[in-house]
């Protein structure tokens, strides 16, 4: 299973960023997505999470109602729509599979694959 993410850039604090994850390999049918970030110097913590059946979203606290999150299962992509960004936000976000379920949404040993990371770097 490879997971290809894409997207990340320079925003100015208050911009928009979609963020990407194309998944191939194998059929997903079940299971479900996630997206991690890490900071320098911080540990890595959870942002979002989807089961590929598009039942139920979870978020960070920290992004909720800021950023959604959503699948294609057509192109087994999923995307990190990131509004209102802020320079806390800034980042290397991961995407994360899990094969069974989405539960626990935001324990990271609980994802099965990963991606390599994409930079988010937001500017105030």
């Known amino acids: 299973v490879q997971l290809q993410a894409s997207g990340g850039g320079l925003v100015p604090a208050g911009g928009s960023l979609r963020l990407s994850c194309a998944a191939s390999?194998?059929?997903?049918?079940?299971?479900?997505m996630g997206w991690f970030r890490q900071a320098p110097g911080k540990e890595r913590e959870f942002v979002a999470a989807?089961?590929?059946?598009?039942?139920?979203?979870y978020y960070a606290d920290s992004v909720k109602g800021r950023f959604t999150i959503s699948t294609d299962n057509a192109k087994n992509t999923v995307y990190l729509q990131m509004n209102s960004l802020r320079p806390e936000d800034t980042a290397i976000y991961y995407c994360?599979?899990?094969?069974?379920?989405?539960?626990?949404?935001?324990?990271?040993?609980?994802?099965?694959?990963w991606g390599q990371g994409t930079q988010v770097t937001v500017s105030s």
């Open positions: 994360a599979a899990k094969t069974v379920g989405v539960l626990p949404a935001r324990r990271i040993e609980s994802y099965d694959y």
């Open positions: 390999g194998r059929t997903f049918s079940s299971g479900a």
């Open positions: 989807i089961p590929w059946s598009s039942i139920g979203t």
